[in-house]
């Protein structure tokens, strides 16, 4: 069994800084990608940013410069620094990680509950 779950989130003013953690536990042989998506009641989920195993990353433009993502393949766990919050960066973040485990055959797409990140005066 494998999860994945979400820490981090919060309230925070404009301006203001958070970071996220995702922690995946279980019978784990490897992870390839992990992720943070967001999403907010009634709107499409969100791809806010993406690392690879070596650490390639790519992200959303509208967080570009201001967030972070990293991992640390040793505890299995992603991070996401958060810095200059916006109003419109409140939503529920979830992350995510292609697995495959210890007697699986094949990768497959977790998710984790999500942490409610809210930043407002």
């Known amino acids: 069994q494998v999860q994945l779950v979400e820490s981090g989130g919060g309230l925070v003013q404009p301006g203001g800084s958070l970071r996220l953690s995702c922690a995946a536990s279980?019978?784990?042989?490897?992870?390839?990608?992990m992720g943070w998506y967001r999403q907010a009641p009634g709107k499409q989920r969100e791809l806010v940013a993406i690392?690879?195993?070596?650490?390639?990353?790519n992200y959303a433009d509208s967080v570009k410069g201001r967030f972070t993502i990293s991992r640390d393949n040793v505890k299995n766990t992603m991070y996401l620094q958060m810095n200059s919050l916006k109003l419109d960066d409140t939503d529920v973040y979830h992350c995510?990680?292609?697995?495959?485990?210890?007697?699986?055959?094949?990768?497959?797409?977790?998710w984790g509950q999500g942490t409610q990140v809210t930043v407002s005066l």
């Open positions: 690392i690879n195993r070596v650490g390639s990353t």
């Open positions: 279980g019978n784990i042989l490897s992870i390839n990608d």
């Open positions: 995510s990680a292609r697995i495959i485990t210890t007697d699986g055959i094949r990768w497959s797409d977790y």
